[in-house]
């Protein structure tokens, strides 16, 4: 990481070496200095093989939503990269909690059918003719 023309006690990076800006930056255990943007553009390349501008077309391509619940921010997470855990495929980008919910229901339609007709039968969760 280069350091800015001036003096010796002007030294305060204003970016990572790919451009990003300081408050991305974060002291690793080790003593690392690491830009967090650059971690996470590594991992999605290592975890799923794509580009940080494959992430950002597809997400464009979305319009900046959740492929699945449609929401334009998140909790203050990242957004997900979804995939199949069986082709490994990436099939789109999603919140934080419609990845989770994928995952939980382990990419099954059966599954997600069966928690619709609950839903359907239980009129969110009471049982037709049932006291409580």
Known sequence: MARPTGSKNS???LQCRKGHDR??????PNGDL???????VSKRFTRYGITEKQFNDMFESQGRRCAVCRVDKTDGRDWCVEHSHQTKKV???????????????KDSLEILQALIEYLKRT?????????L
């Open 11 to 13: 030294f305060k990076k």
């Open 23 to 28: 408050s991305n930056m974060r002291l690793r």
């Open 34 to 40: 690491r830009c967090m943007e650059c971690e996470r």
């Open 91 to 105: 099939r789109g980008i999603t919140c934080h909690a419609c990845n989770r919910a994928l995952g939980n229901v």
């Open 123 to 131: 009129e969110y969760g009471v049982e037709h003719g049932e006291n």
